[in-house]
Structure formats: C-alpha cells, structure tokens
C-alpha cells in the first residue's frame, strides 16, 4: 500500500514537471519561492547604506545573501533572516509572510515605518521576532498569537499604539515580551497570566491603565517585569511579593497605592532591583524592615510615595558600607 502511494506521487510529480515545468519547480522551493519573497521584501525597504547589495538579480543563490540563512534539510528554504543595525528605512513587505519556514527574524534597530504586517501569523514556525528600535505604527497585530512557536517577542520602542491582544497569552512557549516605549493603551490582559514559562515582561513607557492582574503573580519563572510610566491603578497584589524568581520589579510613576505587606523581603531572595517611585504613585505605610532579607538589593526606588515612620537601621544595612 505504501509502495503504492509513493509510485503514485512520482507519477503525480512526473506529470507536473512535464506539463508545469516553472510553476512545479517553484513549488519545490516554497509556495511563490523564497527567492521572490526576499526581493519583495527589499523592495519595500529603503537600503541607502547599501546593506542588501549583495541580494540582487545577478546573485543567484539567495542563501549567501547577507543576513540571510537557509535551512540544512530544505536547502532552498530560509530559516533566519538578521538584518540588525541595518539602517534600513522604508516598511516590512507582507510579501515576509511567505517564508514560511522562518525560524528568526531580527530587524532590531533600524529606521522602518508602517505596520507590523499580518502575514507574519503565517510563519508558523518563527520562534524569535525582533522588531524592537524601529518607527513602526498601526497596532500589534491580534493574529500574532497563531504563531504559537514564539519564544521572543519585541517591538520595543517604536509608535505602536492600540491594545495588548489578550490573544498573545495562548503563546506557550513566550519567554520574553517586550513592548515598552510605544503608545499602547487599555489594561494589561489578564490572559498574560497563562503565558506560564515567561521570564522577562516590558510594558514600561505606555499609556496602560487599569489594575495590575493578579494571574501575573502565577508566572513562577519571571525575573523581570518593568511597568514603570504607565497609568496603572489600584494596587500591587500582595502575591507579588511571594514570586521568588524576581530579579527586576519596577511600577514606579504609575497611579498605583497601597502597603507594602510587613514581610515583603522574606521571599525574594533574587530581588535586585524595586521601582515603586518617580511620579504618580502613592504608597503608604511604613517601610518593612524585612527589606533586607531581600539582600541582593542593588537599587530600592521609594521616592515620591507617603511612606511614614522612618528608614528601618536593618533597610540601611543593605548599603555597602
Ligand atoms: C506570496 O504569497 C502570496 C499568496 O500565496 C502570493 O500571492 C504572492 O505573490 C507571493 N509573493 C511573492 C513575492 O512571491
Ligand atoms: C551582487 O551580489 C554579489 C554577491 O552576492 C556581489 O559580489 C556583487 O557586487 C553584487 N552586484 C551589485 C551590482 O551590487
Ligand atoms: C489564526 O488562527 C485562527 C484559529 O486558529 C484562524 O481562524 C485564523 O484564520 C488564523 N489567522 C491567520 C491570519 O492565519
Ligand atoms: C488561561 O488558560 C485557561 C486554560 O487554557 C483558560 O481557561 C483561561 O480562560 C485562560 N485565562 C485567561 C485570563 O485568558
Ligand atoms: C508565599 O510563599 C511561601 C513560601 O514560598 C509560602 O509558604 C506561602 O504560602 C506563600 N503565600 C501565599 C499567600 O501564597
Ligand atoms: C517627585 O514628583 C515631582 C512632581 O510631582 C517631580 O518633580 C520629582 O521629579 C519627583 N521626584 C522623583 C525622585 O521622581
Ligand atoms: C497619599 O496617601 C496618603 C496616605 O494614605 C493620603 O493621606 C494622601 O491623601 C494621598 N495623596 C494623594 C495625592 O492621593
Ligand atoms: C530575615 O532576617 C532576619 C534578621 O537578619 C533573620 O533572622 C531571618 O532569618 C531572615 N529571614 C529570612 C526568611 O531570610
């Protein structure tokens, strides 16, 4: 039955490469060809530094373009494509969606505008996307999420506005999402307590408002999750302050309030840095001493608040002397 099946697919394929010899070539290397697509997306790019010489008409094996990596088990087939510091302007051709085997995508640090495009839901298999640095508008698209690949997310610094997709919390397998310094408004989603194995959240330099999720306090592999200049409300949950993994806690110029619960150093024991000050915030309460069983604490940022009473002497121990 199997040898069955196989004759009958070379007879298939056969028939289509004496009657379609161009087309059936193309679909061996990809569904338009991974060829046609790079030189659509550097098309749309603008390239004054000359970056992408190398990927032109008389270069024909696309693989050794710079930036560009192909796959060693589908060799016509990119897996990567790093054009970091590439001083590239101009906007990120849909046509990118057609690499469908991309793994990597890194265009940290250039000058592109326009949108992010939808297509990139295609590529299925992306795991690292790096847009961060860039001048991108429009929102972050919702259809992101059926890249459930994705272990890296940035688009960090650049003119996002719009929401947080709730959707972006069935991605499993995220450890890092990054958009801090854009215009992104609305309330963190909830659903961003399901992303169970992150590690590093930014949202700093937003325009989110709302309460902060108490879910997020679940995330039992986060390090570090900066906030700060925001207009979040309400309070910290206290569960925060039992997330052991903490390295990098920073709220600080939000509208947030509250206590700070008397044990809150007793399970940090990684804590570096907290951020709770700058502009907006309104803490109160006295400072608990128990800040410095938190002693890996480099930077405690307290300023600006309504705390009362005075620095507890063991909080101070916590400076070099
Ligand atoms: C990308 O794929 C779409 C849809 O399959 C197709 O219409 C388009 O021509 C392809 N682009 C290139 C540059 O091959
Ligand atoms: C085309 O690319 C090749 C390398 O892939 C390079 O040697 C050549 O100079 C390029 N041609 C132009 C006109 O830039
Ligand atoms: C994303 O996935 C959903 C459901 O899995 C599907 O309905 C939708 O068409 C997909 N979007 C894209 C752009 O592939
Ligand atoms: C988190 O995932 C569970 C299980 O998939 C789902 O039932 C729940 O609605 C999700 N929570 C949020 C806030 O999206
Ligand atoms: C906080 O963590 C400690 C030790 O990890 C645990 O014993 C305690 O039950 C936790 N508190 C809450 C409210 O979950
Ligand atoms: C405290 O707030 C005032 C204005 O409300 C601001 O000028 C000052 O820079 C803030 N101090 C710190 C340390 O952030
Ligand atoms: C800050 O909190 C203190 C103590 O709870 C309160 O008395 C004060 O009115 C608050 N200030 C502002 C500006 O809300
Ligand atoms: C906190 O510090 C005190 C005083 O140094 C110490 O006795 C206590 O064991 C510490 N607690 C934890 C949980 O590290």
């Not at 192909?70 to 494509?81: A, I, Y």
């Not at 505008?113 to 690292?128: A, D, K």
């Not at 506005?161 to 709730?166: A, D, E, M, Q, V």
């Not at 700060?228 to 903490?246: A, C, E, H, V, Y």
């Amino acid at each position: 039955m199997a040898a069955l099946r196989s004759m009958l697919t070379l007879l298939l394929l056969a028939h289509l490469l004496t009657f379609w010899p161009a087309s059936s070539s193309s679909s061996l290397t990809g569904e338009h060809g991974d060829r046609e697509a790079l030189l659509a997306f550097k098309e749309a790019l603008s390239d004054d530094s000359g970056a992408l010489n190398s990927w032109n008409a008389s270069s024909s094996d696309f693989c050794r373009w710079a930036g560009v990596t192909c796959s060693r088990r589908h060799p016509s087939r990119v897996v990567s494509l790093s054009l970091r510091y590439g001083k590239m302007g101009g906007s990120i051709s849909p046509d990118i969606g057609n690499l469908t085997f991309l793994r990597r995508l890194d265009l940290f640090y250039n000058t592109l505008s326009g949108e992010i495009p939808h297509t990139l839901s295609r590529l299925r298999r992306l795991r690292f996307l790096e847009l961060a640095y860039n001048s991108l508008a429009g929102e972050i698209p919702a259809d992101l999420s059926n890249c459930s690949n994705l272990v890296y997310l940035s688009v960090e610094v650049n003119g996002l506005h719009g929401g947080i997709p709730s959707g972006l919390g069935s991605l499993s397998q995220l450890q890092v999402l990054y958009v801090g310094e854009n215009n992104i408004v609305g309330r963190i989603p909830p659903s961003l307590g399901n992303l169970s194995v992150l590690e590093s959240l930014a949202l700093y330099q937003n325009k989110l408002e709302g309460t902060i999720p108490e879910g997020l306090s679940r995330l039992r592999y986060l390090r570090y999750i900066q906030a700060g200049r925001n207009s979040l409300s309400g309070t910290i949950p206290p569960l925060f302050f039992n997330m052991s993994s903490l390295q990098y806690l920073g709220f600080s110029s939000n509208k947030l309030h509250g206590r700070l619960p008397p044990d809150v150093g007793r399970h940090l024991p990684d804590l570096q840095v907290l951020r709770l000050g700058g502009v907006g915030n309104n803490f109160s309460g006295p400072i608990p001493s128990s800040l410095h069983n938190a002693t890996r604490i480099q930077e405690l940022g307290l300023a600006n608040n309504s705390f009362e009473g005075r620095v507890p002497p063991e909080v101070g121990m916590l400076c070099p002397s």
